[in-house]
């Protein structure tokens, strides 16, 4: 059983930076793929960026404003947010996927981002 909690959520204004973190236990060799989906009020869960050795990936939305990273044990990733829109309000979530022959994915419970002046 892998754990996955995101921190980092804040309330922040329009153009403005924030960093979200993402830690994972439970696994003894790493997890392959971690990401970052978001959820606004009375929409989708959404892809927004994913790291693995295969490769990273965003969403257009969010490319060339948001930076996915992880550590070099590969127990956690980072979310850096520049140029914050309104529109990139939502509930933040960490995604951690320990196998590459294994659909099976971990969840966070979630981290409240507002953009708003």
């Known amino acids: 059983q892998v754990r996955v909690v995101e921190s980092g959520g804040a309330v922040v204004q329009p153009g403005g930076s924030l960093r979200l973190s993402c830690t994972t236990s439970?696994?003894?060799?790493?997890?392959?793929?971690m990401g970052w989906y978001r959820q606004a009020p009375g929409q989708e869960r959404e892809l927004v960026a994913t790291?693995?050795?295969?490769?990273?990936h965003y969403s257009d939305s969010v490319k060339g404003r948001f930076t996915i990273s992880r550590d070099s044990a590969k127990v956690a990733a980072y979310l850096q947010m520049n140029s914050l829109k309104p529109e990139d309000t939502a509930v933040y979530y960490c995604?951690?996927?320990?196998?590459?022959?294994?659909?099976?994915?971990?969840w966070g419970q979630g981290t409240q981002v507002t953009v708003s002046s």
């Open positions: 439970g696994s003894i060799f790493g997890i392959w793929l």
């Open positions: 995604s951690a996927r320990p196998y590459a022959d294994s659909d099976r994915t971990y």
């Open positions: 790291q693995s050795s295969a490769g990273t």
